[in-house]
């Protein structure tokens, strides 16, 4: 069975092992996980499977006291706001420490609350998990399941439990129980020759990439119109990768609206100052999620533009092969904006060519002045990246610019290139032929993937050029 709409919120105290159970329920580690409490702060969403069930899981924090406004009191908020939303509670309780003043007060809001809610009492492997599998009973919540999730024990009964609440909703609700998990595409039947089509019913992925403090969160609330994710004065809020689905109203959509996934990531601060274990992991995380991405917006400060950070950052992506947005944030605040244009201007042209044209935003995610523009930019960019080139426009562009500035010569010898092809898109790579490759200098395949985006209005897109040698497959024919 598989469904798309039943939502499972897993939820619990602090280092109960909700994390853990995230995880092993979606097959990946995706939720960071460390023995110190507190790791997790936002909601996080992912697609579970338990046997032959499908279904949305949440991972939020634990419950934490805190004055109103303060972060422990948002990150509550948090909790309470994927209580509302599930169709079934999952409750955890730690076998090993057993019933804790915050488990009851857990158990006391979801007895208030309208939906169904499971027990389970977690770390409950060997026997020094018995007197604590007993007193949760006083809960008042059913009984308990016996459950490792660190081992796997116990998710049969977790099965059991789940199947039943889905058969209920399904009957309840209806719904969708054939659609399957997507797959990434396949380059191998690639036709350089095929014009790209957009396919606007699968979500677009969009990762929002920064230094710390740089208002990604709350770029991704103002886009979602909600307080979706946690934000405020303190720097390194956001620890794990948080994914949020969203539909832009995008009137170019054949529908009028285009599926987003939305990727917040953790600050990034230079690797000498990250000396935590568990920034340590923050961090890895949020680079992970550029290799997910397709199209990253890297969100840049204008009270301090691009540091050597935000180099390496942008850097990063070119390396990784993604499609690229730089958005100015902060652009309410008291600024010399021309300063500020020219020092983004300057640092693109000395520290960044290979992303010579990329598209730079200034808006503030704080009041959404210029914010309208980013996801069109987005979008352009997102073509731009897929973007086919025919094989016959590539041999006449290269001979074109073999004439105007033929490679040099190595050791006397003429080289020739002979052929060109699109090998792939995403991003566009390209392979030229010549009988000498190997003599083709970095410069010279540096000026022809300068020509190439001039030509072909690539801007600010990661490009691949090879020059392999081999013969021309076109020769003969």
């Known amino acids: 069975m598989i469904s798309d709409n039943f939502i499972l919120a897993i939820v619990g105290r602090p280092n109960v092992g909700k994390s853990t159970l995230f995880n092993r329920l979606v097959g990946r ?34 419950f934490e006291g805190g004055k109103s406004g303060s972060l422990e009191a948002r990150m509550r908020a948090q909790t309470e706001a994927a209580i509302a939303e599930a ?60 459950l490792s999730a660190e081992h ?42 095929q014009p790209f089509e957009d396919d606007t019913d699968k979500p677009l992925r969009v990762a929002i990439l920064g230094r710390p403090n740089a208002g990604k969160s709350t770029l991704i609330n103002y886009l979602l119109n909600e307080d979706r994710l946690l934000t405020g004065p303190e720097a390194g809020i956001t620890r794990d990768s948080i994914s949020v689905n969203w539909t832009w109203a995008d009137d170019a959509a054949p529908n ?16 000498a100052r990250v000396t935590g274990k568990l920034e340590k992991l923050s961090v890895a995380d949020g680079l992970r999620a550029v290799k997910f991405a397709e199209v990253v917006v890297l969100l840049i400060d204008a009270t301090s533009p691009f540091d050597k950070q935000d180099i390496q950052l942008a850097d990063l992506v070119e390396r990784e092969g993604r499609a690229l947005v730089i958005a100015i944030n902060k652009w309410d605040l008291k600024l010399d904006r021309k300063e500020v244009r020219q020092t983004v201007n300057d640092t693109l042209l000395r520290a960044l060519p290979r992303l010579r044209g990329v598209p730079v935003m200034m808006l503030s995610a704080q009041t959404g002045k210029g914010v309208e523009k980013l996801m069109p930019a987005v979008q352009r960019q997102y073509e731009l990246w897929n973007a086919r080139i025919g094989t016959a426009k590539l041999n006449r562009w290269l001979g074109e610019v073999i004439d105007r500035h033929p490679p040099p010569a190595n050791k006397g010898r003429p ?36 020509s190439l985006r001039e030509t072909f209005a690539l801007d600010g897109i990661p490009l691949r050029i090879f020059i392999r040698k081999g013969k021309n497959p076109y020769e003969d024919k």
């Open 87 to 146: 169709d079934m509670v999952l409750m955890l309780t730690d076998a090993r420490v057993g019933i804790l003043p915050e488990d009851e007060l857990f158990a006391r809001l979801l007895r208030k609350a309208n939906v169904p809610v499971l027990l389970a009492a977690n770390k409950a492997e060997g026997r020094a998990a018995d007197s604590g599998l007993n007193e949760a009973y006083k809960l008042g919540l059913g009984d308990p399941i016996a």
């Open 29 to 62: 580690k995706l939720a960071l996980v460390d023995d110190q409490p507190g790791v997790t702060r936002d909601r996080r969403f992912g697609e579970a499977k338990l046997g032959d069930l499908r279904f949305q899981i949440v991972d939020t924090a634990g």
């Open 152 to 193: 796997g024990n116990g998710t049969d009964e977790l099965y059991k439990q789940i199947r039943d609440a889905q058969m209920a909703y399904e009957e309840t609700h209806g719904g969708d129980w054939s659609k399957a998990f997507e797959e990434e595409e396949d380059d191998a039947d690639f036709d350089p020759d």
């Open 415 to 450: 080289v020739r290139l002979r052929y060109i092809t699109q090998a792939k898109s995403r991003p566009p790579t390209f392979v030229s032929f010549s009988s000498r490759g190997h003599a083709v200098p970095e410069s010279y395949q540096r000026y022809l993937a300068n």
């Open 256 to 271: 009028g609206a285009r599926p987003i996934t939305l990727w917040d990531t953790a600050g990034v601060r230079r690797k």
